[in-house]
């Protein structure tokens, strides 16, 4: 239903009542004017043939013709009158005048029962009157005395006038007549029209003032006042309208600076977060570069000295040592995954992923080590593909699968169950260990924060686990959810995406790694080592020669400069920082050089976000101190074959 305004309501309540009076009053004076004007016509009329009757009585009992149709003449002089028929008493024609054409279709008069002198209107219509008055001679009786008395004889009928008169001008001035009352109603209908509007207005204007200043005030313009009015109601309203807008600016003013302060508080502890966060990583990451540098040595010595071990004891006690080499290069990792993922630079590389061969890869992992605490691993998989990053998914699932047995007592069960959800393959990890309370659910994947570890037990890791997979299942856009009751386990649980047909995609990668792994000799490989200390420049140069290269060393960047000038080499392994310059400089000095650059690899044991991000952007492989000696034989077999096939 259409709303209209205010003011066309006013001036509907204001007009429609007027209009339907003035219309009814209209209405009642036409129709009394127009009735006294057919009246007056009418008596008129009736006056004009009486007369003539009268006049014409001693014509026609005399029979003179001209004094008969001299006085018609007369009569017909009169206004309206448009024809006028004298008959004598047998309705033969005497006299007339005007159209007498229809003087022959009064028939009515020989069917009068009897002839007197009663004035009869035997016709109308919207353009004429016919009358008829009975023209009789009076019977005159003389007594003795000679007075007269007609009342006791009988008049005699001689004969009868027809007269028609015409309403033309009657109708002219009924038209006039009505035009004019239609232009005064119009007139009248104008003035209250524009009277009401102007009333109307004094209410409406002031109204409508204040409909725009309370939207304003609605939008958020508090400041907005109404001028106030001569209507005492309306004055009292638009003052209780601008003292609700001074109450409201004046409490929005109040939130607002409440709202400010939060704000700047809020934003200075954000700074603080962020400073201690930053200092924390730069810590993090100094304390690593200074435990890498000894364990990267270590490493690589334990590495040269499997080669040299004669008995089965002493290969039994460097696999003990390299034992607890892995054991700490395993906790430095977890540092340097939790740089990585602050510092922005892990990018995901979405494919398809085989759960059913994931799933198997993780059992044959993780046989061993949950036979050590008796623990019963279960694994129910499902034929599926996923869209994930194969390697951070599968790190999530490592994670998850080593907390669930770390925390899960001898004699326990753990779990990995995959599922179809919808679209996606929900991927739950569940142990019936100690559990997690629930207010302690979200702060598990916090850094550094262990429930049942206050000892700090080593064995139990160094709280970094949860943290990473709830880093990387953001990363990847993997929901990740918690169910657990304390003495009955936990349960935890991944959605991932289901995709089809990558098969083909899947069998790519494959064939390239092992095509990289048909080039697995290293004799006579020339490589340049670079690094400021000693003992992991001689380390590193003896395991290289234990695998038949030619090794050069160099201890800074000018010295690192002088031997590749002076020879050629296949590889350079170098430091990032040097005590002149870092790793990156010497890789922009080799590639100015002319000819095939060798290969490079960047080892650092800092894990500073700047480094990472700096590595990344020039396209060079990064690795992080301690390296192990099959990750690194890995890598120059593959950049090695990415050389050969470039040339």
């Not at 007269?148 to 038209?175: S, T």
């Not at 959810?481 to 899947?506: A, C, H, K, N």
Request: net charge negative; proline share 3%.
């Amino acid at each position: 239903m259409k709303r209209h305004g205010i003011e066309r309501q006013m001036l509907a309540v204001a007009v429609i009542p007027i209009l339907i009076l003035a219309l009814l009053l209209e209405g009642y004076f036409t129709y009394a004017r127009f009735s006294d004007r057919d009246r007056a016509l009418l008596g008129r009329a009736r006056l004009i043939v009486r007369q003539l009757a009268l006049s014409a009585e001693y014509p026609v009992f005399s029979g003179n013709q001209g004094l008969l149709q001299q006085q018609v003449d007369m009569a017909f002089k009169h206004k309206d009158v448009l024809s006028i028929a004298v008959l004598d008493a047998d309705s033969k024609y005497l006299a007339g005048a005007g159209d007498i054409s229809n003087v022959n279709e009064y028939e009515f008069l020989e069917k009068l029962s009897s002839r007197d002198s009663d004035l009869i209107v035997y016709h109308e219509d919207n353009n004429a009157i016919w009358l008829y008055q009975s023209i009789v001679a009076t019977q005159i009786k003389l007594d003795d005395l000679g007075s007269g008395n007609a009342g006791d004889l009988p008049n005699k009928l001689l004969g009868g006038v027809f007269v028609e008169i015409g309403k033309d001008r009657l109708n002219d001035e009924k038209f006039e007549m009505l035009g004019l009352n239609l232009f005064i109603l119009l007139l009248v209908l104008t003035a209250t029209v524009l009277v009401a509007m102007r009333m109307s207005r004094r209410i409406i204007l002031p109204v409508m003032e204040m409909s725009s200043g309370v939207r304003s005030i609605g939008e958020g313009y508090l400041d907005t006042q109404i001028s106030g009015n001569k209507i005492q109601e309306l004055d009292a309203l638009a003052s209780g309208i601008n003292e609700m807008a001074r109450q409201l600016l004046q409490d929005r003013n109040t939130l607002q600076q409440r709202i400010d302060d939060a704000t700047q508080e809020l934003r200075r502890k954000k700074e603080e977060a962020e400073r201690a966060n930053f200092d924390k990583s730069r810590f993090l990451a100094a304390a690593s570069h200074d435990l890498r540098q000894p364990m990267h040595a270590l490493g690589l010595f334990v590495g040269e000295l499997h080669s040299r071990l004669d008995t089965q004891d002493q290969r039994k006690i460097a696999s003990k040592v390299e034992e607890s080499v892995e054991a700490l290069s395993s906790l430095l990792d977890s540092l340097l995954d939790i740089s990585k993922l602050d510092a922005g630079i892990v990018i995901p590389q979405m494919q398809g992923v085989d759960i059913d061969a994931m799933v198997k890869r993780l059992a044959q992992d993780f046989v061993t080590v949950a036979q050590r605490k008796n623990i019963t691993l279960h694994f129910r998989s499902i034929n599926a593909t996923v869209l994930s990053d194969p390697v951070l998914l599968e790190r999530i699932l490592l994670n998850l699968l080593g907390n669930a047995i770390r925390y899960t007592p001898q004699n326990g069960t753990v779990m990995l169950a995959c599922r179809l959800r919808g679209d996606a393959v929900r991927i739950e990890v569940r142990d019936n260990g100690i559990g997690i309370p629930p207010e302690e659910q979200q702060n598990v994947f916090r850094e550094f924060v262990q429930l049942a570890n206050n000892a700090r037990d080593r064995s139990k890791g160094i709280g970094l686990g949860l943290a990473i997979v709830d880093r990387l299942c953001r990363l990847l856009h993997h929901p990740l959810s918690l169910r657990s009751t304390p003495g009955l386990g936990s349960t935890f649980s991944i959605d991932v995406p289901r995709t089809l047909g990558i098969e083909e995609l899947l069998a790519e990668p494959q064939a390239q790694v092992a095509a990289s792994y048909k080039h697995d000799r290293l004799e006579n490989l020339r490589v340049l080592v670079v690094d400021d200390d000693t003992l992991v420049r001689f380390s590193t140069a003896g395991i290289l020669e234990s695998w038949g290269c030619s090794v050069s060393v160099a201890e800074d960047l000018q010295a690192a400069a002088g031997r590749y000038t002076d020879a050629s080499f296949d590889l350079v392994i170098c430091d990032y920082r040097l005590p002149d310059g870092d790793g990156l400089m010497l890789m922009d000095i080799i590639n100015e050089k002319p000819g095939i650059p060798p290969a490079f690899i960047l080892v650092s044991g800092d894990t500073a976000p700047e480094i990472l991000q700096a590595a990344n952007r020039c396209g060079v492989h990064l690795m992080h101190k301690p390296v192990r000696p099959a990750k690194l034989r890995s890598l120059m077999l593959f950049l090695l074959k990415k050389r050969s096939d470039s040339i």
